[in-house]
């Protein structure tokens, strides 16, 4: 491709005589010497100032990307033609080298030729379709790979690519596809090599792309299995032998093997199959004799040090090869397989279940010494730590352990951490090769994420993430394509790309949430906040250790239980022994963590203590006791307890605030509703507290502002009803219904006392779980003794009550009980008929629960969905963590015995309800899936695309009788699930049901209608047409399942009813048994086109579904049109010609023969199986003459009536005796015009009118749409077009105006009526514009007649111009413009109700139409009323193409349109009508009217629509009055109104516009604040005079712009002259305008000015804040407010003090500098700006991280001595093509400059922003710490008095957080060292930098360290 364009562009030149052609010589393919050729010869470049700019210029010019590098002094060695250029100098950018500057002369000899070499087109190279050193040969170019064309190609060439790719050589080459063929371009063909070149692309070829090739000719090779640079010398020590690893090439030492190549598969990166290549493809070894000896040399071969097992039994699957090697007996110290001895090579008795495997030492043997033993020091280290580092050499082995005995133990990657988060989440990082590194997330999911954790030491993963969640790392990236099953104990064991095989970056690192190992904790043994302190860890409870337990530790305990702090931390096991493991000792917390697990202990279950030593804690809040009195648990009246006694809170005030506090405070999530006037009745005691007011945030009551003095009474008792604390109940010891009564209360389960418990208190706890009610109440541990706290005791339920703790109780957790009093109920097991009566024994109680009923949805018998039934619907379950565990206990639960498989991704399509479970985690021994671990129900982070699925055995468990079991102790459901139809369509069949793992047929034996019934609604029909015997449908030839079926029809599947046994029959084949099933899809109707044509429709589901149009023909097309009641089709459409439906595709690859009656007896897909998208939908066109079905004079008898039930087409409007076919599909208009006219029904053979009785604009509106028109403008009656002279056929027409057609809406029946002719309704069409029709004193002679072509629209343009279409056969088309003039345009437009034409187009101006050519040759002679009266060749009879469409332009009747009263772009909008100018009423004016007058104009849009007469009162008529433009519209007579001079207004109300005239303006020549103003005006920039230019005008521009204000308004081109049209002069502006084209002026364009005249501006470039608000501009400010730029904060982000991502302030946000052209001089800049003396680096694509703000600076080109960003060259503010990943950065000179005043500046005229600008956290953590400012060089503090919340926002919105979460003081991060620069801050809150906040001045304090302020950021 490159070649050709070369030649091209060569020749080209070398005719016109500008360029030399150019090659290389004397080197490779893209290194050489430069040589021209010129007059018939080649010849050399001197190098006199031959660099790598001329060198890019010659690589480019022959096609390599760039130069990598410049050569002289005859590098390639001399040339011998003449010496062609010299003293070339080229600026990079040119073509060709002749076009830089050179000189045709030159001083040179040869030794001085130039020479290049060029960066190398080809130099990726892979081998894909094979292995690691076979495969298809491909090259990467132009950003994809490609092949090489096997033309030519043998070993020399196949010896390039292997040493290209790092092997010594090749082996074999390989043509014709024999590794596959590839799918990307063909890039090279007729390579030959020499064998001496480095690469392919050195070789001589055709050209890249050039070739005659197809991927069958494809190139491959085989290369010799180790590379070069990895074979010894015979001197090389082998301890310089490389250590590559796992998967390392394997190389045959002492000879040639013939199977050199062994690898691992069916398992993991060290275990799996042992398969060797053998005759060009993979073959097994078989296990006979396979022991540890053979399995250490097949390990040694791939690099591993040796074997840990030797599989046999094909324990990682079959192969599928040969079986090359049996009998193998290794000795153990052979270098490959084939040094072993065997039987030959394929020679063996074996199958593949007796593939050998092995499990390979998972460290390469270069890692660990090779001789000796582990010495008790080594041990000690190799156990203490987990991955090998540099000691492990100096440790010299001795006589303990053998070292090959302890190998296996180490892991290449068994070091994982987690960095960027805390203790249980954060990026994952592997160990490798001495660094960390990450991996990619390409792939990872939560298996992968479980293996992470685990090897860490967790339990499992609560999230995988991606996208470097935890922040981007900067190691290598280490694994990619992590594939882990989940049960691995360390990523290496998973299946991955290979180690640092990846194609990602940084921005793609993988990370882990893990569950936090000891986030629950308990306190037992005591009460609700003291007690012994338990952890849970490994599935059970355990103790802290006392040793060094104090206050801090205890501290941490109860902020993690939810208490403000602890009162004492107890020890010696003051509240009992505990029992379970003692998980932490010697515990030092600072009392900062969040739990347990982040303070410093000795390791998990590490210690030396006995439980005598276990920890406890007092826990309190720092408020006064309350309660809720009066109410139920979480209701009542709010009473704290104070002195001794409880007392209430006043309700002044009183609201949801305070009550979420007194909610929170009692342990409940929130309040519901804040209760006053003492709601839950008055209280006794004191009034305590009154005047509450808290914000929400407190912990307690008393947090909050109040008075301790009150002056109310009890009637205002305050009160509260909390969010229900107990929400989740469970029942525990029992079944799904029934059980021990727990409720999850402070973390855990607690039971509930059976004081008081009756039936009451138990319906209560049923109806919380979804039961109707409960059946007992159960008492005194019915069901077991519980385990955990008694949280609730004296229930007294009214019954009315939604859950437990809204009845009256004692208290959460006070109570007077033991265990032994546990309460339990019985619940009333939904549905009804599965409880048992009353003399059925318990043990046959159902132990189903909530979750009871479980089905399989979308698919099969034994497959699908799964959904569980909850709160009366069908629910689905989230794939989450869903595996085989979880499915079998699906499967069991449904009656078979296991599962196949979890499926997962809505396998089975995506259900509708809601999702019920989420993280199912089962052990897969419960019985019902509610038994099992899971997130809640209904709690989930899911869609339904997650939606879980099975496969289950097909075969049922126990469900199969023995001889002995009765029938009725049989199940009823799951032996015959499947049942399918054959040899039929998709409603009819041969009966074949599922059977011991196949199909087979059932008997006719007795077959009857019933026993179809049963089959057809178990396959979701609603019944059976037919039952047919005989095998009617074919015999099947399965076995015979079913015999002497004896159905009773009330049964759910065949199974159930009577039959002779499972295959117990007496029949053959012949008598197989069929149905016909009433048809699933009976309703078909056509969408988006007319009466008898469009998209078809098919009802399926209670929703309208389409069909795809694969393999759709004539013949399905017929059996719709009959289904529909048409006699035929005419077409089959495709490709969504109607439109594209909205609803489900339910039938694909639809196969008719054409006789069916309905579509779902045709052959499919399946329903809603298919492969396609909306734009397949199919269509039809149907004849348009109903079938016989309709008798053709009369009424509708009873017979008829009966016909039309019985068949598929019918509707509920039988009952009003019409018929459901579209009988009347067929309407015109008659009398009038295109778009008016009596309206006609084609009816019987004839056209029949309509009775205008009723006759509204309803039902005009439906014919109108019914025509192809939007509505009807009016309904007409009275037969004002005309008697018409037919039948009268409708009569009380009654539409709702939504109707398709007339015939769907209501009247009294065909041809009955009580009218008469002059009667007949008419209709007026929209049809632009609305007042074209005749008045009426129009006489009827020049009304137009109907003819075949009555219907005219223009398309592809306006509402008065476009390409002309006429309607005929159903469809649009278009009329070709041979002979088309201005005479035959009049017709169309006075055809359309224009007056004339203005003009006639041709050659498809306005687009070529899609549909047929209906005319040509017109030749109109001006007179006619419509096209078809006109001369033409005949319809459809033409020889053109749709590139000769004709096209016209009307007259319109209000085209001309202006502005009065106002200037060129403003003014009163006047009309031209009746030959007078007249105006428009303001009624309802608004801007989309005047958008559409200003396009009108040729504006772009309108900046105002103005009303009441701004523009003076107009003197003409008023011409339009309620004017209603949708705003698209092209005129304004396009628009609704209220009709031509119809108007209820006076010219006080006429309307008027303000158009938009300039939609860009600029500042140019200056920099980013100031500069010349230019203007965007027709398309091009344009410039505006100075005459009368003043800072009224200026401020208009710099606020369009988007500044404050303008600071100068300039004259005399002060910033150069410009190039472009002068568009204003004397503007004249008052200073409010939003936009200069506002402001008065002389016109557009109008001008007597010359380019000296040019005006500018210079705008303010500070917010407002920073100026004074009173008083005038100094000189010294103005001069202070000119050295600054509106770029003038900048700050560096994502990095240090003195390094990070450049970032600029602009229009109130951060935003971001692309590194396009970003070098040194910008860095520097932007360094001295922020106060560095100089910039060390400046750095590209985001090395900082990617900014999230807008992107502001692009192509930034500073000479280096600006001294702000903004004066620097740029594309302009926020012009670039760029995105986040290119923000540049830099590093500054860590040392500020002395930038700062000197003594003798004034402060007023310093700069109040930038001093300050660099502030860090330190002593702390990335977001909290003590705050330090950089000033005079050094970090110094700010002092802590008056510092606060408001303070803090200011320094964490400035470091980038979101806000302040606290404002500390006393140095609470440690003291500072440095100087305390602030003191006294005061902030507002809204300042973004902390010296914009009011203090007492730079290192102005009285203050000490110990006042160091701090602050906390919110973290995101």
């Avoid at 003095?709 to 010891?733: F, I, K, M, P």
């Amino acid at each position: 491709m490159q070649l050709w364009w070369l030649l091209v562009v060569a020749c080209s030149v070398l005719i016109s005589g500008n360029a030399k052609l150019i090659r290389l010589a004397g080197g490779a393919g893209n290194t050489g010497r430069v040589e021209v050729y010129h007059n018939g010869q080649w010849g050399t470049v001197c190098d006199d100032g031959w660099g790598l700019e001329e060198a890019n210029v010659v690589c480019r010019q022959l096609g390599f990307e760039s130069a990598s590098w410049s050569r002289t002094m005859a590098h390639y060695g001399q040339g011998t033609g003449p010496i062609l250029l010299d003293d070339v100098v080229c600026d990079g950018s040119e073509t060709f080298l002749t076009q830089c500057s050179h000189s045709d002369t030159h001083d040179c000899q040869h030794t001085e030729d130039a020479g290049v070499d060029c960066y190398s087109v080809l130099n990726n190279v892979r081998l894909a379709g094979g292995g690691g050193n076979y495969g298809r040969v491909e090259v990467y170019y132009n950003g994809q790979w490609g092949t090489v064309c096997d033309d030519g190609w043998d070993l020399i060439d196949a010896n390039v690519v292997c040493r290209q790719l790092g092997f010594e050589s090749a082996l074999e080459s390989k043509s014709s596809a024999f590794y596959g063929q590839g799918s990307g371009t063909i890039v090279l063909d007729d390579v030959d090599c020499t064998g001496d070149e480095d690469s392919l692309d050195q070789c001589r070829h055709n050209g890249l792309e050039e070739h005659n090739c197809v991927h069958y000719e494809d190139a491959g090779v085989v290369c010799s299995n180790t590379p070069n640079t990895l074979l010894p010398t015979t001197d090389t020590p082998s301890s310089l032998l490389p250590t590559t690893g796992v998967w390392n090439n394997v190389r045959l030492a002492g000879g040639g093997g013939v199977l050199n190549n062994v690898r691992l598969a069916g398992g993991g990166g060290n275990y799996g199959r042992v398969e060797v290549y053998y005759n060009e493809q993979w073959g097994t070894v078989c296990d006979d004799g396979w022991d540890l000896n053979d399995a250490h040399v097949v390990c040694r071969q791939l690099g591993f040090e040796s074997a840990l097992e030797g599989n046999s039994n094909a324990m990682y699957g079959l192969g599928s090869g040969p079986i090359v090697l049996d009998d193998v007996d290794c000795t153990g110290d052979e270098h490959s397989l084939d040094q072993c001895r065997h039987n030959g090579l394929e020679e063996h008795n074996c199958v593949h279940y007796e593939d050998a495997g092995v499990v390979c030492s998972n460290t390469p043997s270069t890692l660990l010494p090779t001789t000796g033993y582990i010495t008790e020091e080594l041990t000690t280290l190799l156990l203490s730590t987990s991955y090998f580092t540099e000691a492990l050499t100096t440790l010299l082995p001795s006589t303990k352990v053998p070292i090959r005995l302890w190998r296996w133990r180490v892991d290449i990657l068994n070091t994982v951490r987690l960095a960027g988060g805390g203790g249980n989440y954060g990026r994952v990082e592997v160990y490798y090769k001495g660094q960390w590194g990450t991996v990619c997330d390409d792939l990872w999911d939560s298996d992968d994420a479980n293996v992470v954790c685990r090897q860490l030491g967790f339990e499992f993963a609560l999230e995988g993430n991606r996208n470097a969640l935890y922040g981007q790392g900067s190691g290598p990236i280490v694994l990619d394509d992590v594939e882990c099953t989940g049960d691995e104990d360390s990523l290496d064991q998973c299946r991955h790309n290979g180690l640092e095989e990846h194609n990602c970056g940084h921005h793609e690192d993988a990370g882990v949430v893990c569950q936090n190992i000891l986030n629950t904790v308990r306190l037992a043994g005591g009460g609700g906040n003291y007690g012994r302190v338990e952890v849970y860890y490994k599935g059970q409870w355990g103790t802290v250790c006392d040793d060094w337990w104090d206050s801090d530790d205890a501290n941490v305990v109860c902020r993690q239980l939810g208490f403000e702090f602890a009162l004492e931390g107890n020890r010696y096991a003051l509240y009992g022994q505990g029992s379970g493991p003692i998980v932490l000792d010697d515990v030092e917390c600072t009392g900062d963590e969040d739990s347990l697990d982040q303070c410093r202990h000795n390791g998990l279950e590490e210690h030396n203590c006995g439980h005598h030593e276990d920890a406890g804690v007092v826990c309190q809040s720092n408020a006064k006791e309350i309660r809720l009195a009066g109410g139920a648990g979480n209701t009542g009246r709010v009473e704290v307890y104070h002195n001794g006694q409880w007392g209430t809170v006043c309700d002044d005030g009183w609201g949801i605030e305070e009550a979420d506090v007194v909610c929170r405070q009692l342990g409940f999530e929130s309040a519901s509703w804040s209760r006053t006037k003492a709601h839950y009745g008055q209280g006794t005691g004191p009034i305590l507290l009154d005047d509450v007011v808290c914000d929400g945030s407190e912990t307690s009551l008393t947090q909050c502002s109040h008075s301790d003095t009150d002056n109310c009474q009890h009637t205002e008792d305050a009160g509260v009803d909390c969010y229900s604390v107990l929400n989740n109940v469970r029942l525990a010891g029992g079944g799904g219904n029934y059980g021990r009564v727990e409720v999850y209360y402070n973390g855990q389960w607690g039971t509930v006392c059976d004081d008081g418990w009756d039936l009451i208190d138990a319906n209560v706890v049923c109806r919380q779980l979804g039961f109707d009610s409960a059946l007992e109440s159960k008492s005194s541990a019915f069901y077991g003794q519980g385990s955990g706290t008694i949280v609730l005791d004296d229930v007294d339920c009214t019954g009315d009550e939604d859950s437990l703790d809204q009845c009256g109780h004692a208290g959460l957790e006070e109570h007077n009980c033991g265990h032994h009093e546990d309460a339990g109920v019985v619940c009333q097991n939904t549905p009804n008929t599965l409880l048992p009566t009353t003399d059925t024994p318990s043990s046959l109680l159902p132990t189903t629960g909530v979750l009871n009923n479980v089905r399989l949805a979308g698919g099969g018998g034994n497959f699908g969905r799964v959904e569980v039934y909850y709160k009366g619907q069908w629910g689905t379950v989230c794939d989450d963590l869903w595996d085989s565990d979880d499915a079998n206990v699906v499967c069991r639960q449904l009656g078979f015995e296991f599962a196949l498989e979890g499926n997962r991704n809505a396998l089975y399509g995506q259900g509708s309800g809601p999702i019920v479970l989420d993280d199912v985690e089962c052990t897969g021994d419960e019985d019902s899936l509610d038994q099992c671990r899971h997130n809640g129900l209904e709690e989930h982070n899911c869609g339904h695309y997650e939606d879980a699925g099975v496969v289950c055995s097909n075969t049922p468990n126990t469900l199969l009788p023995t001889t002995d079991t009765p029938n009725t102790l049989l199940p009823t459901t799951g032996v015959l699930n499947n049942v399918r139809l054959a040899g039929g369509g998709g409603n009819y069949g041969r009966v074949e049901v599922y059977y011991n793992g196949q199909w087979g047929t059932v008997c006719d034996d007795g077959w009857d209608l019933i026993d179809a019934n049963v089959v057809c609604r178990q396959l979701g029909f609603d019944s059976a047409l037919e039952y047919n015997s005989n095998a009617l449908y074919d015999q099947g030839s399965g076995p015979i399942v079913l015999d002497d079926v004896d159905c009773t029809g009330d049964e759910d599947s065949l199974d159930q009813c009577g039959h002779a046994g499972l295959e117990k029959h007496n029949c053959g084949h012949h008598e197989d048994a069929g149905v016909v099933c009433n048809s699933v899809l009976n309703n078909v109707r056509l969408a988006g086109g007319g009466g008898h044509y469009g998209r078809v429709e098919v009802y399926y589901k209670g929703q309208w579904g389409t069909v795809c149009d694969d393999l759709w023909d004539s013949d399905d097309a017929n059996v719709v049109c009959r289904q529909l009641g048409f006699e035929f089709a005419l077409e089959g459409n495709r490709d969504a010609l109607y439109g594209q439906g909205s609803g489900p595709i339910v039938l694909d690859d639809v196969e008719c023969t054409g006789d069916e009656d309905s579509l779902d007896q045709c052959r499919h897909n399946g329903l809603e199986e298919h492969n396609c998208g909306h734009y397949e939908d199919a269509g039809v066109v149907c004849s348009n003459t109903p079938s016989t079905l309709l008798p053709t004079t009369g009424y509708i008898t009873e017979e008829l009536t009966t016909l039309l039930l019985s068949t598929s087409y019918s509707t509920e409007a039988l009952t009003t005796l019409l018929p459901s076919t579209n009988i009347l599909n067929t309407v015109r208009l008659a009398g009038g015009g295109g778009n008016y006219g009596r309206v006609e029904v084609y009816y019987k053979g004839q056209w029949g009118t309509v009775c205008d009785d009723l006759w509204d604009s309803d039902d005009a509106n439906v014919v109108c749409r019914q025509l192809g028109f939007e509505f009807a403008l009016e309904g007409n009656r009275n037969a004002l077009y005309g008697q018409g002279s037919g039948p009268i056929v409708l009569d009380d027409v009654e539409c709702t105006g939504d109707e398709d057609s007339l015939d769907q809406c209501r009247h009294n029946g065909l041809e009955e009526h009580n009218c008469r002719h002059h009667e007949d309704a008419g209709v007026v069409c929209q049809n632009t514009p609305n007042t074209l029709l005749p008045t009426t004193d129009t006489p009827s002679s020049l009304l137009p007649t109907t003819g075949v072509l009555n219907n005219v629209r223009l398309a592809g343009g306006g509402g008065n111009y476009g390409r002309v279409e006429v309607y005929y056969n159903g469809q649009w088309g278009t009329v070709c413009d041979d002979g088309w003039d201005l005479i035959d345009a009049n017709v169309v437009c006075r055809q359309l109700g224009f007056d004339s034409a203005l003009e006639y187009n041709s050659n498809a101006l306005y687009g070529q139409g899609s549909g047929p050519i209906m005319l040509d040759d017109v030749d109109c002679t001006g007179d006619e009323d419509s096209l078809d009266q006109c001369g033409h060749a005949g319809l459809e009879e033409h020889n053109c193409g749709h590139h000769e469409d004709a096209g016209v332009v009307c007259n319109s009747v209000l085209n001309n349109v202006r502005l009065a009263g106002g200037g060129g772009n403003y003014g009163r909008v006047e009309v031209y009508y009746n030959e007078q100018w007249g105006t428009v009423c303001d009624d309802g004016w608004d801007l989309n009217d005047a958008h559409v007058v200003c396009r009108q104009l040729g504006f772009e849009s309108a900046l105002e629509g103005n009303s009441n007469a701004m523009y003076g009162l107009g003197s003409g008529p008023i011409v339009l009055d309620d004017v209603d433009c949708t705003g698209d519209e092209h005129s304004l007579d396009q628009c609704r109104h209220a009709g031509l001079e119809e108007d209820n207004c006076d010219h006080f109300e006429d309307a008027g516009v303000v158009c938009r005239v300039f939609d860009n303006v600029r500042l140019a020549g200056g920099g980013g604040n100031y500069g010349r103003v230019e203007v965007h005006y027709n398309g091009q920039w344009g410039t505006v005079c100075d005459d009368g230019w003043d800072l009224n005008d200026a401020h208009v521009i710099c606020r369009q712009l988007g500044f404050e204000f303008a600071l100068e308004g300039n004259s005399n081109a002060l910033y150069g002259q410009g190039s472009g049209p002068i568009v204003l002069d004397n503007v004249n502006c008052m200073g409010d305008e939003d936009s200069l084209d506002q402001c008065r002026h002389n016109g557009l364009e109008e001008h007597n000015c010359v380019h000296y005249e040019d005006a500018g501006v210079v705008c303010s470039n500070t917010p407002s804040t920073l100026l004074p608000t009173t008083g005038y501009i100094t000189e010294e400010l103005t001069t202070l407010l000119l050295s600054t730029n509106i770029l003038n904060t900048v700050r560096l982000a994502g990095g240090g003090g003195n390094y990070g991502r450049v970032e600029v302030y602009y229009k109130g946000q951060w935003g971001t500098v692309c590194d396009d052209l970003w070098d040194s001089d910008d860095a520097n800049v932007v360094c001295r700006q922020l106060g560095f003396e100089f910039a060390l680096e400046g750095n590209r694509n985001a090395l900082y991280g990617q900014g999230s703000g807008p992107i502001v600076l692009d192509d930034v080109e500073c000479t280096g001595g600006e001294d702000s960003l903004d004066q620097c060259r740029h594309n302009g503010l926020e012009e670039h093509n760029c995105r986040h990943h290119e923000d540049a950065g830099v590093v500054c000179q860590n040392t500020p400059n002395t930038l700062l005043p000197t003594t003798d500046t004034p402060s007023s005229l310093l700069p109040t922003t930038g001093v300050l600008n660099n502030v860090r956290l330190a002593g702390g953590g990335a977001n909290y710490g003590r705050v330090e400012v950089y000033y005079n060089g050094q970090w110094g503090t700010v002092c802590d008095d008056g510092w606060d919340v408001t303070d803090a926002n200011v320094v964490c919105r400035q470091l980038g957080f979101d806000s302040a979460k606290e404002g500390n003081s006393y140095a609470l991060y440690g003291q500072g060292s440095g100087p305390i620069v602030l003191d006294d801050v005061d902030c507002t809150g809204d300042e973004d930098f902390l010296d914009q906040c009011g203090h007492a001045g730079l290192e102005n304090h009285d203050c000490g360290h110990h006042e160091d302020a701090g602050v906390v950021c919110t973290v995101l």
